[in-house]
C-alpha cells in the first residue's frame, strides 16, 4: 500500500464527537438523507490506495459533505456553513493542494530518476580510476556539481513517489535525502556506491 498523504480532515470519531453539533447541542444523525459518518469513513480508507483514488475519494467526499450542507441548511444553518467553510472549503482544499503538489513530483520522477542514474554513472567510473590510480586526496568528480544538481532534483519526486506506488517506500526518500544532503562534506565510497545501488532498485517509472 502506497503512503497516505498526511491530512486534516475530519475523521468519523470528530464528526460524532466535535463536529456534528449546532449551538453546542448534537445535530442527530440522519439529519440529512446521505451519511457524512459513512463518506469520511470512505475517504480516510481510499484516500490511502494511491494519488489517483485520494483524487477521487476527495470528489467523492466534498460532493457528499455539500449534499450534507444543503439539505440541513435550514434546520441547521451554522454547521452547515462550518462544513462548507472547514471541512470543504479549509481541510479538503489543503488536501486537493498537497494531492496536486505530490501529483505534480510523481511527473518529474522518471526524467529525475534518469538524470540522478546518468551522472551517477559517470562519478562512479570516475571513482573506480582514481582508487586505481591510487586513491591520493579527497575525490572530486569532473561532473560533481552537476551530479550533486542532479541528485538534489529527485529529492521531491522520489518522496513523492511513495503516495503513489508501494514499490517506493518512505524509508528509502529519507534516507537518500540525508545521503545527499551530506555530499556536501564529500564523496565517500560509501555515499558513493550506496546512492548507485539505490538508484539501480528504484523503478526507471511510476
Known amino acids: 500500500m502506497p503512503e497516505a498523504i498526511a491530512n486534516g480532515v475530519w475523521d468519523r470519531k470528530r464528526w460524532t464527537d ?23 469513513d470512505k475517504f480516510h480508507k481510499d484516500s490511502a490506495k494511491g494519488l489517483k483514488q485520494a483524487k477521487a475519494a476527495s470528489a467523492l467526499l466534498a460532493k457528499t459533505a455539500t449534499d450534507y450542507a444543503d439539505q440541513i441548511a435550514k434546520k441547521y444553518p451554522k454547521l452547515s ?12 482544499a489543503e488536501f486537493d493542494k498537497n494531492l496536486n503538489s505530490a501529483a505534480a513530483r510523481v511527473r518529474e520522477y522518471p526524467e529525475a530518476h534518469k538524470k540522478a ?21 579527497s575525490f572530486k568528480p569532473t561532473n560533481g556539481k552537476a551530479a550533486e ?24 526518500g529519507d534516507r537518500y535525502d540525508h545521503v545527499v544532503q551530506g555530499i556536501d562534506a564529500g564523496w565517500t565510497k560509501q ?12 523503478p526507471a517509472t511510476i
Open 18 to 40: 466535535t463536529e456534528r453539533k449546532e449551538d453546542g447541542k448534537k445535530v442527530p444523525s440522519g439529519a440529512a438523507k446521505v451519511s457524512m459518518g459513512g463518506a469520511l
Open 149 to 172: 544538481k542532479a541528485l538534489v532534483e529527485f529529492i521531491n519526486p522520489l518522496r513523492a513517489a511513495s503516495y503513489a506506488t508501494d514499490k517506493v517506500k518512505k524509508a528509502v
Open 117 to 137: 542514474v546518468n551522472e551517477m554513472q559517470r562519478v562512479g567510473a570516475e571513482f573506480i580510476q582514481w582508487e586505481k590510480a591510487g586513491a591520493t586526496g
Open 191 to 202: 555515499k558513493i556506491e550506496w546512492v548507485i545501488d539505490t538508484l539501480a532498485h528504484l
Open 81 to 92: 456553513k462550518r462544513i462548507k467553510a472547514r471541512l470543504i472549503g479549509y481541510e479538503l
